[in-house]
Structure formats: C-alpha cells, structure tokens
C-alpha cells in the first residue's frame, strides 16, 4: 500500500483552503447579496451564519477527512456502507462545476486582454452578448466561438499540470503563489477604488444598516445561502484537502482561519465593488440603487468594464480585475477537479495519472459543451440547478445522515478535539444537528416554490428540464450506481 500523499505544511494546506473558499462567487456575489439584504445590518445573520453553520460544517469535513484519510466517497463509507453514495453524489457535483467554472476563467483572461485600450468600447453588454460570446437563443447552440475556446485550452493546461504534479508539488505549489498574489492585486484595485470620486457614496450605501431588514427570515436564508456556497462545504473538497494533513494537525484551528479569511476577502471584495460603483453614480449623477447594482456575470463582464472605461489608468486596472478573477478561479478550480482525481484512485485503483487523465480529460470533453453562441445560456441553468438542487440538497443529506442516522458527531468532536486546541462545545452539536438542518431544508422548500411558480430566468421548460434539472438529478443516481462498485481490497494512493 503506498504512502498517503500529504501536504508540505501547514500553511500549504490553509493556502489550499482559503484558495478553494475564495472563488468568482465572492467577489461577484457577496456584494449584491449584502446589498439586497439590508446593507450593514446583512453582517449580523452572516455573522451568525458562519459561526452556526459555516465553520461547525468546515470543522466536520475536517474532520471526516482527517480521520479517515480518505476522499470523501471513502471517508462517508467508513461511518457507515449506506452513506456512500452521498460521497460520490458531492464527486460528481464538483465534476459538473469543473465542466462550466473554466469558462468563465476562459473570458476573464479575454478580458484582461480586452482592458488594454478598453476593447469593448462605448456600451460594455453589447460588447460581451454581441461582439465577444456572439449569443444565440436559450437552447440555440450554433457554432463555436474561437475566443472562448482558445482560452479554455490554456485553463485546462495549467489544470493539467498541476493535478498531474500531485499534492505537495502541485496543488500546494499553485496556491503558494496564487493566493498571496490575489490578495495583493486584489488590494491594489481596492485602495485604487476608494480614493475615486463618489466612491464613499457607494460604500455608504454599501454599509449603511437597515435595521427593520433583521426580522425577514428571506434575509436570514440569504445569510446561510452565503456562507454554505463560498465555503466549499458539501463539494467534497474539504474532506479531500484535509485527508492529506499529517496526523497532528489542529483541525478546529485551521477551520476558523479558513472561514475568516474567506469572510474578509467577501468584506473587502465588497469594499472595492462599492467604492466602483460609487464612482459610476458619481459620473452618471444617479444614486447607487437596486439599478445599478448586479450580482453575478452581469457585474462581472457588463457593469465593471463600464466602470473601468472611465477611470483613470482604466487599461492598468481593467487587467488587474479581471486578472484576480483568474487567480480566484484557476485555485477554486483546482481544489474543484481535485476531488474526483481523489475518487478515482481509490476506488478504481489507479495511479495519479490515469485518474487525472481519465477525470480531466472528461472533464474538458464536457466543457466544450459551453463554447458555443449559446454556452452563456447554459452554464447560467446548469449552474443555477447544480447549486440549487445540488450541492444545497447534498449539504443538507450529509448533515442529516451524520447527526441523525449514524448519531456520529459525538465521534468526530471526540476525534477533534484530541488534535485541537479549541475544544469543541455544545454549540458544535447543536448547530449540525439542529440549525443546519432546518436551515438548509428551508432553503431547499424556497427555491423549489420558486422554480415551480416561474420557470428560471423564463427560459423554455424542456431547456430547462433537460439541462437542469436532469442533470442535477442525475448527479445523484450516478453516485448511486458507483458506490454499488465494492471498494478494491489494496488502495492506491500515490
């Protein structure tokens, strides 16, 4: 039996973490979702959140990993036969995020490209539907386009290298480089931001509480929403990046470090998409209002190149914006494809390169899929689904099934707390075995009596039926059907 690949160091794994944590979401979706959900007042419930939900479940899949020294299908299946599939469903939601998320890394190298001389001209959407992705209809593919395509080679060769060079060589190496550089451009773009006119307007709207928002339980929901999909928690990547911590390592420690420091990149990722738009109301002489603001791709490809169209020096920081979405994405990506190379080796029995070869070179097959006129449409369902319907069903199954049918956090504290120095109270118990369930199962009964009143973003039922919700159920059945597969009697964990 060979040797258990492990991280070179402590920092290496935390670098690994927080690179995970830290993804496009924070920074194109936390501001907005701040903003809609009573401004400063959004920090109490996600305050709450992160310390009720967010590091308990951080410090479980820690946990599990660390114990088992297992991917997270193997590590399910050592607390009991029965909850392995769980593992292979949060395999398989990954590898259906690893199909989409290098796309969009694909145009925000293009568009790091486009910010010398600020190609997209005078109107930023035009530019990025018409000129840039040439978009179609909802379930019109029609051609390739090249501008994507080409950019996606590069994406998935730096993959490639890195998983092919393992552990301690490869992932620990990227993020060694990638994480402090995010950081560091990230704050240039920030202390740029709010020396800019008008940008203490937008961080006053930004930041500005409305109180009478505390009572809404939507705000609340928001709040969990959050913390659980900027986490990494339920993808299966926790439980494999901590399955490679020597065996004396403080995992309770290492979870707040991980879950602080993703809430301060979300803080000042909010500071710096403020202090821009701001700016942008500066200019236009409009208040920042719901208007202006927008989460998501909009924000990122539409209103930011608007922005940095009128800023000084515009062509120097467009570069850096878009060149911190690609150090977000590219570490979030690996951390991503790492779980289901994991996977593979273990129950197949294969070497690194095979699985890497066989897991990433299915991965890239699928992700040609969204180089076409119209790949925007369904990166937006499928991603909308799998997150939905898949990594918030599949959080609230691995909760349930630990704290309720397999009674195992008693096990797991016990196991924490003998490598830990924070020792792990009540509080621990009560938030995974109460408020995360009831939270997450809220949140699924929500968005299931919003997908059945209005078809999602009013696309046609049968695109949405077969790109969305088939294939989030299908991650499901196919986790299933792997983990019928007995495990092989002499694992491989080169």
Same mark, same amino acid.
């Given at each position: ?89 949060q ?55 090249? !501008? ?9 060769a730096?993959?490639f ?19 402090p ?18 940008a ?21 929901v ?5 913390i ?14 901590? !399955? ?109 390169k ?10 890239f ?67 995974? !075995? ?45 986790g ?15």
């Amino acid at each position: 039996m060979e040797k258990r690949s492990q991280w070179g160091t402590r920092i290496g794994f935390l670098l690994a973490a927080i690179g995970s944590a830290i993804g496009l979401g924070n920074i194109w979706r936390f501001p907005a979702t701040a903003f809609e959900n009573g401004g400063g007042a959004f920090f109490v419930p996600y305050l709450f959140a992160l310390l009720t939900a967010g590091i308990p479940l951080l410090i479980m899949e820690y946990t599990i990993g660390h114990k088992y020294r297992s991917s997270s299908p193997r590590g399910f299946s050592k607390i009991s036969k029965g909850m392995e599939w769980i593992g292979w469903w949060q395999v398989l939601i990954s590898f259906v995020i690893s199909t989409y998320y290098p796309i969009v890394i694909s145009w925000a190298i293009m568009y790091a490209y486009f910010s010398f001389g600020t190609k997209w001209g005078e109107s930023a959407t035009d530019f990025f539907v018409g000129d840039f992705l040439t978009l179609s209809e909802p379930g019109v593919f029609g051609s390739i386009v090249p !501008s994507v395509l080409i950019p996606l080679l590069f994406v998935w060769a730096f993959v490639f290298f890195f998983l092919g060079r393992g552990v301690k060589k490869g992932i620990e190496l990227a993020n060694r480089i990638f994480i402090p550089l995010l950081f560091v451009v990230f704050l240039i773009i920030v202390i740029r931001a709010v020396t800019l006119p008008g940008a203490f307007e937008g961080l006053d709207a930004f930041f500005k509480p409305d109180w009478s928002r505390i009572a809404d339980g939507d705000v609340w929901v928001a709040a969990y929403g959050q913390i659980f999909f900027s986490l990494s928690i339920a993808f299966a990547i926790m439980i494999t990046y901590s !399955s490679y911590l020597p065996k004396k390592s403080d995992i309770t420690n290492n979870a707040f470090i991980t879950g602080f420091a993703n809430s301060s990149f979300e803080l000042l990722a909010g500071i710096g998409v403020f202090a821009v738009l701001g700016f942008m109301a500066f200019k236009s002489n409009v208040p920042v209002n719901d208007d202006l603001v927008e989460g998501g791709v909009g924000l990122a490809f539409m209103v930011f190149p608007e922005i940095i169209s009128q800023m000084p020096a515009a062509s120097f920081f467009g570069f850096l914006f878009f060149a911190s979405l690609v150090l977000a994405g590219l570490s979030s990506m690996i951390s991503i494809s790492e779980t289901y190379i994991a996977a593979l080796q273990e129950k197949f029995s294969v070497s690194r390169k095979v699985a890497v070869t066989i897991g990433g070179g299915l991965a890239f097959l699928a992700s040609l899929l969204y180089v076409n006129q119209g790949g925007l449409f369904l990166l937006d369902t499928v991603d909308h689904f799998i997150n939905n319907y898949g990594v918030a069903l599949a959080g609230l199954f691995e909760v349930v099934a630990i704290a309720w049918f397999a009674r195992h956090l008693k096990d797991l504290q016990t196991h924490a707390d003998s490598v830990s120095d924070i020792k792990l109270g009540k509080w621990w118990r009560v938030s995974l !075995s109460v408020i995360t369930p009831i939270v997450l199962g809220y949140m699924m009964l929500e968005n299931l009596r919003t997908e059945l009143t209005r078809p999602y973003e009013d696309y046609p039922i049968e695109f949405l039926f077969t790109y969305g919700w088939v294939v989030a159920i299908g991650a499901m059945f196919i986790g299933a059907l792997i983990s019928t597969k007995k495990w092989p009697s002499k694992d491989n964990h080169s």
